[in-house]
T-cell receptor, first 112, second 114 residues
Framework: AQSVAQPEDQVNVAEGNPLTVKCTYS??????LFWYVQYPNRGLQFLLK??????LVKGSYGFEAEFNKSQTSFHLKKPSALVSDSALYFC??????????FGKGTRLSVIA | GAVVSQHPSRVICKSGTSVKIECRSL??????MFWYRQFPKQSLMLMAT?????????EQGVEKDKFLINHASLTLSTLTVTSAHPEDSSFYIC??????????FGPGTRLTVL
């Protein structure tokens, strides 16, 4: 069975500082890993994905994530946080064209 | 990128009535669509997989007679919440895969049952 863990319910960071939102996964076979962002009362917006290739994946809005197979992690990062980055972030996994399994979400709060 | 729409975005209904939610892939065809449910401050939970031309596949614990799914065409799937009750109040989100690895999500439908 596939699963995703986001160990932090809430991450607070000052504007301009780097941010990290953690994600670990469990899946049999090769994982397809995703990050999505959700603003209040809105659907999910795709940020980035890892399927294969370079472990460092760059995505939308300056976000990036690093796939670490040995640690089964796929942490989301951004070098300099913006107040507008404040939202709910979901890590997800699947095995190709199958339903996504989501983590519980991490609320990011960027403080000016 | 690909666009998935949902209608309505928000609906309020009385207990015992039925509500239909539409999910459309606007610029691509989707033989499969997924329906998720999200409770406040919680993650998305898969309810069912909608398959064009065949019956939907429901996740364990989801009542198929209560949550009717019809995948009428390659661009439209509908979720009907029958005899809705207050505990059905939630945020319902659909998604459609494009290609082998990326899913595009609709904006969600906020259902409130009074």
């Amino acid at each position: 069975a596939q699963s995703v863990a986001q160990p932090e319910d809430q991450v607070n960071v000052a504007e301009g500082n780097p941010l990290t939102v953690k994600c670990t996964y469990s899946v049999s076979g090769n994982p397809y890993l995703f990050w999505y962002v959700q603003y209040p009362n809105r659907g999910l917006q795709f940020l980035l994905k890892y399927i294969t290739g370079d472990n460092l994946v760059k995505g939308s809005y300056g976000f990036e994530a690093e796939f670490n197979k040995s640690q089964t992690s796929f942490h989301l990062k951004k070098p300099s946080a913006l107040v507008s980055d404040s939202a709910l972030y979901f890590c997800a996994v699947n095995s190709g064209n199958t339903p996504l399994v989501f983590g519980k979400g991490t609320r990011l709060s960027v403080i000016a | 990128g690909a666009v998935v729409s949902q209608h309505p975005s928000r609906v309020i209904c009385k207990s015992g009535t039925s509500v239909k939610i539409e999910c459309r892939s606007l610029d691509f065809q989707a033989t499969t669509m997924f329906w998720y449910r999200q409770f406040p401050k919680q993650s998305l939970m898969l309810m069912a997989t909608s398959n064009e031309g065949s019956k939907a596949t429901y996740e364990q614990g989801v009542e198929k007679d209560k949550f009717l799914i019809n995948h009428a065409s390659l661009t439209l799937s509908t979720l009907t919440v029958t005899s809705a009750h207050p505990e059905d109040s939630s945020f319902y989100i659909c998604s459609a895969p494009l290609g082998l690895d990326t899913q595009y999500f609709g904006p969600g439908t906020r259902l409130t049952v009074l």
